[in-house]
C-alpha cells in the first residue's frame, strides 16, 4: 500500500464506520474487523502501520489480541480504545505492550494526533533485528532460516519460534512458564514438559552447549554459550 494503512479493530459498527470515514479523509488506507479473532488475523497477515484496537471484543479480547500481537509482531504500534474508564484495564494494556490508550467518547482530533505521535516514534526507531546468532548458531528472522556453522539447519515452527524467543533474550532466563505464554497460544492446555520437550530438540540439532537449563527456573542462551544439562 502507498499510503500508510490504520487497522480498526472495533465491534461498534456505528464507531468504527465513523473512523473509517475520518482516517480515509486524512489519508489512510483502512481495514476493519467487528472481533478479536478476525482483527487478530488480518494484524497478522496485512501490512498495516498501525492498530486501532477495542478492549471488549466478541471472540477474543482486546488484551489477547494485543498479547498475540507483541509475540509476531512486537514493532507494530497499536492504540487502545476503551469504554473503560480504570486504571487497572489502562496498566493492563500498557504492560503488554499497548503505545498509547484512549478513552471513550473521545475527539476524533485527539485520537488523530495521538496516531500521528505513534507514527513519528515508529519511522524513528530502530527496525528489530532481523539476524539473531550465539555459539555460531543464526537466525534470520525474516527468511525464517537457521544455519549453525554456516550450514543450514531445518526445524519446525515451534522450534524456530523457540530458538528466536530465546535468541532475543540473550543473557536472561526465561521461565518455562514464560515461554509458553509467549511461544504457545494461552488455548494451549499442555504443560511445561513440552517446552522441555522443545529444548531438547533443538540440542539434537543445534548442540548440547547452546541452551543453558537454570535448575528450578528455566531456559537461557548466553553470549558465549553454555554447558547445557
Not at 461498534?12 to 488475523?41: M, Y
Not at 488523530?112 to 539476524?131: E, S
Not at 494461552?186 to 540439532?205: C, H, I, M, P
Request: charged share 30%; proline share 3%; with cysteine.
Amino acid at each position: 500500500m502507498d499510503k500508510p494503512a490504520i487497522l480498526i479493530v472495533e465491534d461498534e459498527s456505528n464507531l468504527a464506520r465513523f473512523l473509517e470515514l475520518e482516517l480515509q479523509h486524512e489519508g489512510f488506507e483502512t481495514g476493519k474487523a467487528g472481533d478479536g479473532r478476525l482483527g487478530l488475523e488480518m494484524a497478522q497477515s496485512g501490512d498495516y502501520a498501525l492498530v486501532l484496537l477495542d478492549i471488549m471484543l466478541p471472540e477474543l479480547s482486546g488484551l489477547e489480541v494485543l498479547r498475540r500481537l507483541r509475540r509476531d509482531k512486537p514493532a507494530l504500534p497499536v492504540l487502545l480504545l476503551t469504554a473503560r474508564d480504570q486504571v487497572a484495564d489502562k496498566v493492563s494494556g500498557l504492560d503488554l505492550g499497548a503505545d498509547d490508550y484512549i478513552t471513550k467518547p473521545f475527539a476524533i482530533e485527539e485520537l488523530l494526533a495521538r496516531i500521528r505521535v505513534a507514527l513519528r516514534k515508529l519511522a524513528a526507531a530502530d527496525p528489530p533485528c532481523a539476524v539473531l546468532s550465539a555459539a555460531g548458531v543464526s537466525l534470520d528472522s525474516l527468511r525464517r532460516e537457521v544455519s549453525m556453522n554456516q550450514q543450514r539447519v531445518e526445524l519446525s515452527k515451534k522450534e524456530f519460534d523457540l530458538l528466536e524467543y530465546l535468541l532475543r533474550n540473550r543473557n536472561i532466563v526465561l521461565t518455562r512458564e514464560q515461554i509458553l505464554n509467549t511461544v504457545w497460544d494461552t488455548d494451549y492446555e499442555g504443560d511445561s514438559n513440552n517446552v522441555d520437550a522443545y529444548v531438547r530438540f533443538l540440542r539434537q540439532k543445534l548442540g548440547s552447549s547452546l541452551i543453558t537449563t537454570v535448575r528450578g527456573v528455566g531456559y537461557v542462551i548466553r553470549d558465549q554459550g553454555g554447558h547445557g544439562e
